[in-house]
């Protein structure tokens, strides 16, 4: 991952997405593609999203995993996977850790973690561009 994820751009994305992220998600359904706003949350090579497992975004995951980001100058290309309900017991570092950062909102009503359809979306990075001070990065999370 070192050559073809530069230190400098590393330490951009954990500075830039490392907390309560906005971002553009898009997904496919046959041909049609649909976006949509998710708050997300980077952590090597990968984007965590608390959702709903009966969502549009989730069923179209399931055909096809095939998944694309954008915000705040980064665009990327990944896998969505379904990991599961938020309360698994593999689940409890990472759910810590977006509990903390999504605490603005998380528990005004929005997320009802004992609905077992309240799940953990992984988006693991296959490819993205960077851009940050002047630089271009193109990075390969492979």
């Known amino acids: 991952m070192c050559e073809k994820f530069p230190a400098a751009a590393r330490k ?63 665009t990327a290309q990944g896998t969505g996977e379904n990991l599961g309900h938020v309360l698994l017991p593999g689940h409890a570092d990472i759910m810590d850790k977006l509990r903390t950062v999504f605490a603005g909102w998380y528990g005004n009503g929005h997320v009802n973690e004992e609905d077992e359809n309240t799940v953990l979306l992984r988006i693991r990075l296959t490819g993205g561009v960077l851009f940050s001070n002047g630089t271009r990065w193109e990075i390969d999370f492979t």
């Not at 500075?15 to 046959?30: K, Q, Y």
């Not at 959702?51 to 989730?58: C, D, G, P, Q, R």
Request: net charge negative.
């Open 12 to 74: 951009v994305m954990d500075e830039r997405f490392s907390c309560d992220s906005l971002m553009a998600l898009a997904t496919v359904d046959g041909n049609q593609p649909f976006v949509r706003a998710v708050n997300a949350y980077y952590e090597d090579g990968c984007f965590y999203v608390v959702t709903h497992a009966l969502s549009n975004k989730m069923k179209q995951i399931a055909k096809n995993p095939a998944v694309s980001l954008c915000g705040d100058w980064f």
